[in-house]
């Protein structure tokens, strides 16, 4: 069922192998390992951080990114199953920095990932909407590529 997950900018300490496993070691990655790694030359590294009991992912070059993450469970026994890292890094914009998704076959979900990924992308263009001055959300992965199927095809099983 698709509401098998929920959205939330907090994630507990406990969390913190599941979300290194999703954010850097996730098995789809290679299908954008150039955009990725473009984009960590040109925003920096994410670092997982744990503070107050809660994790953050921080971005070096970036001040103030922030972070949506998809998770099944409780709020103290979460698990990640999507993140977002995203900043306002113009007057106009947020840009998507980093984004990963569990692989379909790991969710049991109906529409897997990409039901994930696409609640994930609605709830950012949400807060661009409410944020004065935003006029436009940017895909980092996507500002060198051709978009294939919508433009989430790989972001979607888990890149």
């Not at 940017?138 to 095809?153: I, M, S, V």
């Amino acid at each position: 069922m698709a509401d098998d997950f929920r959205l939330t900018s907090r994630l507990p300490a406990s969390s913190r192998a599941a979300l290194e496993a999703l954010l850097f070691f996730n098995v789809r990655q290679h299908a954008l390992r150039d955009e990725i790694a473009s984009t960590i030359e040109r925003f920096g590294i994410p670092e997982i951080v744990a503070q107050n009991g809660r994790l953050q992912i921080l971005v070096a070059g970036l001040p103030d990114v922030q972070c949506l993450y998809a998770v099944r469970g409780s709020s103290e026994e979460a698990e990640p199953v999507g993140v977002v890292v995203y900043v306002r890094d113009s007057i106009d914009r947020l840009t998507i920095v980093h984004l990963s998704v569990l692989p379909d076959g790991s969710l049991n979900l109906a529409g897997g990932g990409r039901i994930v990924l696409h609640r994930l992308l609605n709830q950012i263009r949400r807060v661009a909407r409410c944020t004065a001055g935003i006029e436009r959300v940017e895909l980092a992965y996507r500002a060198h590529r051709a978009p294939r199927n919508g433009g989430y095809t790989a972001l979607a099983q888990g890149a």
